[in-house]
């Protein structure tokens, strides 16, 4: 009897992961940060320290994905410069990916950005990170150059038989919201 209770809990609770979808944006607080920070740590090899959370909850604006459920799903940390509006991160937590919330954040945050007239997002992402490129190309954005050696970045070495500090190329890219 409790098994059964426990194997129905356990697959409720796997629908309810299964189904989350994105439905509205909200400010990002100082007390999210210790959500935000354990999704960055698990999504990223190079995660952002806290600090850098806390400089662009000081500095920019930062938006957290919820279901209609009220879950957070993800986060997008931007900093506006005059009209340009430039994506610092973008992360949907790995249990959510793949089910078309960072498409629809995308969708949610151009409109406020227009709402508040900016004409411009800017952004840099890893060569190496296709799902990320390829979400943004899907969206509109251009690739309009590289940032040589620009992400740091491991590489493994032969010799050594172990990872070695390296560096990566970012490309850059924009996407005009007044077009
Ligand atoms: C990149 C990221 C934000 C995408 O979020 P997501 O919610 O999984 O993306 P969506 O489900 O909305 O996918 C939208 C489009 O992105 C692309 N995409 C997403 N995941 C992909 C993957 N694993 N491989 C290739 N393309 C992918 C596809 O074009 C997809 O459209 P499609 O489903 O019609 O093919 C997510 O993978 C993530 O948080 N990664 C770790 C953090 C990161 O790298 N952020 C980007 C920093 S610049």
Sequence with gaps: ???KSLVELFCTKALLVMSAHFSYLQTMQESDLSWVFSVEQRAYDFPWSMKGFENSLEQGLNYLFYSIEGKALGYCCLLPVLDE????NVCVAPEYQGKGIARAALTAISDKLRERRFNIILLEVRESNMPARQLYRQFGFTEDGVRK?????????EALMELVDAR??????????ND
Excluded at 168 to 177: N, Q
């Design 1 to 3: 009897m409790i098994f």
């Design 85 to 88: 509006a430039h994506i610092l």
């Design 149 to 157: 050696g620009y992400y740091r970045s491991s590489l493994w070495d």
């Design 168 to 177: 990566e190329d970012a490309i850059l890219m924009s996407y005009r919201l």
